[in-house]
């Protein structure tokens, strides 16, 4: 899937399939509905793009696809700041990082070699405690992928009791050149 990253379009302009002649640019609709590439006149090759940025994740998933991830309490999991430990559960902090990565599960089949997924966004609803030792399963599940967006909600369940739920949204991105 192809899709226009920062750029300057309008609505109208981002929805044309027809080509502009002359002098300037073209749009060119590709296979996947909603990706547009463009590109000045000439013969049509991703070399010749100068526009756009390109994404070209795959879309491998849809809504109500899911995966799973099951993290074992450890003690450097637990609610510890400067001053010390608070106390010996499941910190709110590691459950966000756990809940983030079982999202991210996704973005590693979705992304390219060349491509990268960053978190946007975490929720994090912590409704119950889980202990050092404990088995805590995290459950995403996509909500949505809209262009180079993964919307997924989640939910964290140590035996039958829930311990946390929440949303992340995550972007993929083609990695900078050092």
């Not at 226009?4 to 073209?26: A, D, F, T, Y």
């Not at 609610?79 to 910190?91: I, K, L, M, R």
């Amino acid at each position: 899937m192809y899709s226009i990253v920062n750029s300057k379009l309008s609505e109208k302009e981002k929805n044309m399939s027809m080509q502009k002649k002359g002098k300037g640019w073209r749009a060119c609709k590709i296979p996947q509905p909603s990706a547009l590439l463009l590109h000045l006149d000439g013969p049509f090759n991703e070399e010749s793009l100068t526009c756009a940025k390109i994404i070209s994740m795959k879309n491998l998933f849809s809504p109500g696809d899911i995966k799973t991830f099951t993290r074992t309490v450890r003690s450097e999991d637990v609610a510890t700041f400067d001053s010390g430990e608070v106390h010996p559960v499941y910190a709110t902090f590691c459950i966000a990082r756990d809940a983030e990565w079982v999202c991210r599960l996704f973005v590693l089949d979705m992304k390219d070699e060349d491509e990268e997924g960053i978190g946007t966004y975490i929720s994090v609803n912590h409704l119950s405690s889980a202990l050092v030792g404990e088995e805590v399963t995290f459950e995403a599940v996509v909500q949505k992928i809209e262009k180079n967006e993964v919307v997924c909600t989640y939910k964290a369940t140590c035996g039958a009791r829930r311990i946390a739920e929440g949303e992340n949204k995550q972007k993929i991105l083609k990695k900078r050149k050092a």
